[in-house]
């Protein structure tokens, strides 16, 4: 993987030379991130905690550093458990590589294109990515959100957190933004996954291969944010249905949400619940496939394969993971395809933000975003 790092960095190294002078086109690519060193696991935590956005809390600014200094041991474990950090940081970089060298091919006119990465929560965080693209001079920016299916809890937050840094003065000024906010039924990353999935069911006997049930597992929600109207249930769904469709319906199937913390009532029904009734209904057979995730982190590496796969197996059910998208050529392909095509769009019709993203939850009443949305639909400008 080095190697392709490295041919990746070089193919980058040449698009910069061949266009001496031009600033880039910056592809902005967002995400929560997560700590790449056991010892950066509190840090995430506080600032997860501090982000009213993701979770609103009473009294945040003190309950945030209470609750992630609670929750700093076990989850030290769990990082330490899967190799001693996450590994988005890598993937990002080297997906978001592979897609600016697509890019300068697909779309000339913007080249070239240089991807940065914007984590919500841990290095490099937005602010820093803003002073590097003031280094390099950049004019233009796509802000491309890397959750395929759009959450006012995740999309949301980093595009509200950029227009603070935005309003704050963090940002240069004179960029033009422009915003991805949402690619979760692309034709690219549907085939991705399923492709992914393929090879996860052809670890099955070819007899019964047919019997496995494919359990698309995404990140769940609280039911408060559901019920002011958040989109992200529908596009998950959108995008299993899609996926189905490409596989032809070979498999039976259910959507199924991972991850609830704390005592309130969550998207349901729970991942690893379900495992445990189909168990109780003599299936023996499982693909779990993350659909809501682009590259491993702690929720495929932790909860699917050391809690959820575990349980399962002790349930007598043989259960395989389909792949996370990571080093897929077929999805980063996809990402530039996403961006190539977002770029042509705007090259003709000047929008910044897609139609969807300016309409605000129903049952919204975070002042934020609506200033946001305002902000951008001017391309991020006064
Ligand atoms: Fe969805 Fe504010 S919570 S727009």
Redesign the pocket.
């Known amino acids: 993987m080095l190697h392709r790092t490295n041919v990746l960095s070089r193919s980058l190294t040449r698009s910069f030379a061949s266009s001496p002078g031009k600033s880039p086109t910056a592809i902005v690519m967002m995400n929560m991130g997560g700590p790449e060193t056991v010892a950066e696991t509190h840090d995430f935590l506080k600032n997860l905690f501090l982000d009213g956005?993701l979770i609103p809390l009473p009294f945040q600014r003190f309950l945030a550093p209470y609750i992630a200094r609670r929750r700093t041991p076990q989850i030290e474990q769990q990082y330490t458990d899967i190799g001693g950090g996450s590994p988005i940081l890598r993937y990002t970089r080297l997906q978001g590589e592979g897609m600016a060298r697509l890019l300068d091919e697909l779309h000339p006119a913007t080249a070239p294109h240089k991807a940065y990465v914007a984590f919500r929560y841990v290095r490099p965080l937005t602010v820093e990515t803003a002073r590097e693209m003031k280094a390099d001079g950049v004019k233009r920016a796509i802000a491309f959100t890397q959750y395929p299916q759009y959450s006012?809890s995740t999309t949301?937050s980093s595009l509200n957190e950029l227009f603070r840094r935005g309003k704050a003065g963090e940002l240069d000024l004179d960029i033009e933004w422009s915003v991805i906010d949402r690619w979760g039924t692309h034709p690219g990353f549907i085939e991705a996954v399923a492709q992914n999935i393929e090879k996860a069911l052809a670890k099955f006997p070819i007899e019964t291969r047919h019997e496995t049930v494919v359990l698309f597992s995404a990140h769940s929600l609280p039911m408060s944010?559901v019920n002011?109207?958040?989109p992200y249930i529908l596009e998950v769904a959108a995008s299993v249905s899609a996926v189905m469709d490409r596989l032809k319906h070979s498999n039976p199937y259910r959507l199924v949400w991972q991850s609830q913390v704390g005592p309130s009532a969550w998207m349901g029904m729970q991942t690893g619940a379900a495992l445990k009734g189909l168990a109780r209904l003599g299936k023996k057979q499982v693909v779990i496939v993350p659909i809501a995730f682009t590259s491993d982190h702690i929720e495929t590496l932790y909860e699917i394969d050391l809690e959820y796969a575990k349980e399962a197996r002790e349930h007598g059910i043989e259960v395989h993971r389909a792949e996370s998208l990571n080093e897929s050529p077929v999805f980063i392909r996809a990402l530039a395809d996403i961006a190539s095509q977002h770029l042509r769009d705007y090259s003709s019709n000047k929008r910044p933000v897609s139609v969807q993203l300016g309409l605000?939850?129903p049952?919204?009443t975070?002042a934020t975003?609506?200033h946001q949305?305002a902000w951008l639909a001017k391309g991020g400008r006064q």
Do not use: A, E
């Open positions: 956005d006012c949301g944010v002011r109207g958040d605000r939850c049952g919204c975070n975003c609506g949305k």
